[in-house]
C-alpha cells in the first residue's frame, strides 16, 4: 500500500517493477544487443507493461518456456494481398495519432527477424475499408525483431471496444491471428472476445499516443539458425524463402531480399520488398 504522502503514480510504478526482475530485462535487452534504461527499479524496454490506470504484469515476460501470444478470431473484415507500409495514415487523415512499437519473440526470448506482421482497423468512425486498403497494412520485424506502426485509434463499432487486429507469421511457420486491444476502455467489460492478455500499454504523448506490445511466437530457435540452401525451380505460395533464396518467375530470376513464407499476390514482380530482380 502506498504511504500518505507517496504518490499514487509511484506506488504503482513501484508495485509493477517488483513483479519484474531485473534479470528477465537485462536478459531480453542482451537478446537485441540493446541497454536497457532503468529507473526507479522499473523498466524502459516493451516489457513494461504498466497503465494509467493500474499496473499490469509483463505481457508477456519474456522467459524460457513462455506461452505464446493468443489467438483471436480474425473477423469479418480481413482481406489479403495489403500494401507493404509501417504506416497507415496520410496528413490528412482523421483520428487520434497512435503509434504501436514492440518486439517479436520465440518462446526461448530470442528476437524473430524477418516475422511477418499484418494489421487491420476501423477507421475514426468504425467503419471498414472493405473496397481498398485504409488502414490496412503489413510489415516485416527487423533484425533485431521490432516494428513500429503508425495509425489512429480505431473507431467504435456495435458489439465491440477498441481493437487492432494483426496476423503474424514467422519465417516457415504457420500463421496466427490475434487482436489488441487498448486499457480504460468501458467497452472492454461487456465485449465477449476481449482478453486482458492483448492489452496494450498506452500513455498520452500531447495530441497523440503511443503504445507498446510484444508479440511471442511458437517458433523453433536455437542459439543460431543454419541457413537454407536456395531453392530451385519456380516461385511458389506456401514456400518458405529465405534472404538469398533464387527463384524464377515469368521467365525471370529473383532473390529473396527479406525472409517470409510466399503467398497469393506475393509474387516477385508484385513485391519488390521481398524480391529483388537479377
Known amino acids: 500500500m502506498p504511504t500518505p504522502e507517496e504518490p499514487l503514480e509511484e506506488a ?35 516489457r513494461d507493461r504498466r497503465t494509467a490506470e493500474k499496473p499490469l504484469a509483463a505481457t508477456p515476460q519474456c522467459h524460457d518456456g513462455d506461452e505464446p501470444t493468443i489467438e483471436q478470431i480474425e473477423g469479418p473484415y480481413f482481406k489479403p494481398n495489403s500494401p507493404l507500409r509501417t504506416s497507415l495514415i496520410t496528413d490528412s487523415t482523421r483520428g487520434t495519432r497512435l503509434t504501436v512499437t ?6 526461448t526470448c530470442r528476437p524473430i527477424a ?36 503508425t495509425t489512429i485509434v480505431p473507431g467504435l463499432y456495435p458489439g465491440r471496444t477498441r481493437h487492432i487486429h494483426v496476423k503474424l507469421q514467422s519465417p516457415g511457420q504457420p500463421i496466427i491471428t490475434t487482436q489488441l486491444y487498448f486499457p480504460g476502455e468501458p ?6 472476445i476481449f482478453d486482458a492478455r492483448l492489452l496494450m500499454n498506452v500513455r498520452q504523448a500531447g495530441p497523440a499516443r503511443e503504445a507498446t506490445y510484444d508479440f511471442v511466437l ?51 514482380p508484385n513485391v519488390p520488398a521481398l524480391w529483388q530482380r537479377s
Open 218 to 268: 511458437d517458433a523453433p530457435q536455437g542459439p543460431t539458425t543454419p541457413p537454407t540452401t536456395p531453392p530451385s525451380g519456380t516461385w511458389a505460395a506456401g514456400t518458405p524463402y529465405r534472404a538469398g533464396d533464387v527463384v524464377t518467375y515469368a521467365g525471370s530470376s529473383y532473390r529473396c531480399i527479406q525472409a517470409h513464407t510466399a503467398i497469393t499476390g506475393w509474387e516477385p
Open 102 to 107: 514492440g518486439y517479436v519473440f520465440s518462446r
Open 187 to 192: 467497452r472492454n467489460n461487456t465485449d465477449t
Open 12 to 46: 504503482a510504478n513501484r508495485a509493477a517493477s517488483s513483479r519484474i526482475s531485473r534479470k528477465t530485462v537485462l536478459r531480453a535487452a542482451a537478446a537485441l544487443g540493446a541497454t536497457p534504461l532503468l529507473a526507479h527499479g522499473g523498466i524502459a524496454l516493451a
Open 114 to 149: 524477418g516475422a511477418l506482421l499484418d494489421f487491420w482497423q476501423a477507421d475514426d468512425n468504425g467503419d471498414y475499408d472493405n473496397t481498398g486498403y485504409t488502414f490496412r497494412g503489413h510489415q516485416f520485424s527487423t533484425a533485431q525483431g521490432a516494428f513500429s506502426l
